[in-house]
């Protein structure tokens, strides 16, 4: 079984661009779920979709959105880039069953802004 | 806020040796706890634990939750540089679909 893929794996811009993010979960997964990752700050969520809805959102600014497909893959969107938003950005998937929580990660995005 | 905290924040020991990861939480509605590793990249996952007092073994990994005290730990035995990685403690909170995630022990293994 495949796993969680993200693409692409590495992107620089610089500020003021937008940027957007891709990702296929594990096939049979429904739900998706964002985290960004920096040095400081550690992982820290920013929204989870399932079955094409947004179910939870994080405390970023309206910058960060996202979708989801009815195939179950995701995107997010970040637009007008600050110097702050450089970091791993993961997505992660899940079966999201009610008795199973556990989260499957991709290897994740590498944004530099510059 | 839903808070968890780990602890030591870095640990540098060597190869053979024993050791205990710590991670504590403060969170409104309980779940469950996770712990991951992440080498380079992708977390992947160690163990998620429900129930206080039962202890989950994978090789020599092994894990405990406390639900009275709020604390986990995360014990690796016999420790090999293959261990080397950045452990992650994170909680599921009730009807939030998300993981509040500890800010990561990195564990270096020296031969």
């Known amino acids: 079984k495949a796993g969680v893929t993200q693409t692409p794996r590495y992107l620089i811009k610089t500020r003021g661009q937008q940027v957007t993010l891709s990702c296929s979960p594990i096939?049979?997964?429904?739900?998706v779920s964002w985290y960004q990752q920096t040095p400081g700050q550690g992982l820290q969520f920013l929204f989870e979709y399932f079955s094409e809805t947004q179910r939870n959102k994080g405390n970023f600014p309206g910058r960060f959105s996202g979708r989801q497909f009815s195939n179950s893959r995701s995107e997010m969107n970040v637009s007008t880039l600050e110097l702050g938003d450089s970091a791993l950005y993961l997505c992660?998937?899940?079966?999201?069953?009610?008795?199973?929580?556990?989260?499957?990660f991709g290897s994740g995005t590498q944004l530099s802004v510059l | 806020e839903d808070k968890v905290v780990q602890s030591p924040l870095s640990l540098v020991v060597h190869e053979g040796d024993t050791v205990t990861l710590n991670c504590s939480y403060e969170?409104?509605?309980?779940?469950?706890l996770l712990w991951y590793k992440q080498e380079k990249k992708a977390p992947t996952f160690l163990f998620m634990l429900?129930?206080?007092?039962i202890e989950k073994k994978s090789g020599r990994l092994s894990s405990i939750l406390d639900k009275k005290e709020l604390f986990s730990i995360l014990n690796i035995t016999a420790t090999q540089t293959g261990d080397s990685a950045v452990y992650l403690c994170a909680v599921a909170v009730q009807g939030a679909q998300k993981l509040v995630f500890g800010q990561g022990t990195r564990l270096t293994i020296n031969p």
């Open positions: 992660a998937s899940s079966v999201r069953d009610v008795r199973d929580e556990k989260l499957f």
């Open positions: 429900t129930s206080s007092g």
């Open positions: 969170v409104t509605n309980f779940r469950s």
């Open positions: 096939s049979g997964h429904r739900s």
